[in-house]
C-alpha cells in the first residue's frame, strides 16, 4: 500500500494591482492586519529580515492542534521586489500545544499583462512536513485558510 501524497500548500490568485503594491501588502502591518487578521507583525523585507505574525488565539480548539491563531515565524532568505520572496526555517507556534514546522514559505508575484503591469498572479506555496496527525491537520486547515486570506487580500488591494 502506497504512502499518502506528502501535504503541501500551493494556492493563487488574480488580483487588479500592480506587483509592487501587492508584495508590500506582505510586509506592510496595517495590510497584514487588515487582509490577514494580523493582531501583531515583525516583517522586513531583506534578506535574513524577520517575518513574524501574531494572530490572536480562536475561541474555538480544533480536536487535534488546540486553539488556531498563535505565531508563525520564519527568516527571510530572498526577496526580489519584482519577483516575491522565501522564507526559511518558519514554524507555526499555536497557542496551545508544540510548535510545528520547520517549513519553507514562498510568494511569487507575477505581472498577468506585461504591459499594463495592472494585474498579478500571486502563488503562495508552503513546504515541509514530517509524517504525523498534526501535521496533517495542519495542512487541512491552512488550505482554506489562505484560500480565505488571498480573497482578502485582493478585496482589499482592489478597492
Do not use: N
Amino acid at each position: 500500500m502506497a504512502a499518502p501524497p506528502t501535504p503541501r500548500l500551493d494556492v493563487s490568485i488574480v488580483i487588479a494591482a500592480p506587483l509592487g503594491r501587492v508584495l508590500r501588502a506582505f510586509f506592510d502591518a496595517d495590510a497584514l492586519g487588515a487582509w490577514w487578521h494580523a493582531a501583531r507583525s515583525v516583517t522586513v523585507p531583506r534578506p535574513l529580515g524577520p517575518y513574524v505574525i501574531e494572530w490572536a488565539p480562536t475561541d474555538f480548539s480544533d480536536d487535534l492542534l488546540g486553539r488556531l491563531g498563535g505565531v508563525f515565524r520564519g527568516t527571510v532568505v530572498q526577496c526580489e521586489p519584482e519577483h516575491g520572496f522565501f522564507v526559511a526555517d518558519a514554524f507555526w507556534l499555536p497557542p496551545d500545544g508544540d510548535p510545528i514546522g520547520p517549513m519553507a514559505f514562498e510568494v511569487t508575484c507575477t505581472p498577468v499583462d506585461q504591459d499594463a503591469a495592472s494585474a498579478t498572479c500571486v502563488r503562495v506555496t508552503q513546504t515541509g512536513f514530517e509524517e504525523g496527525l498534526r501535521w496533517r491537520r495542519y495542512y487541512e486547515i491552512i488550505g482554506p485558510g489562505w484560500t480565505r486570506a488571498l480573497t482578502s487580500l485582493k478585496a482589499l488591494l482592489e478597492k
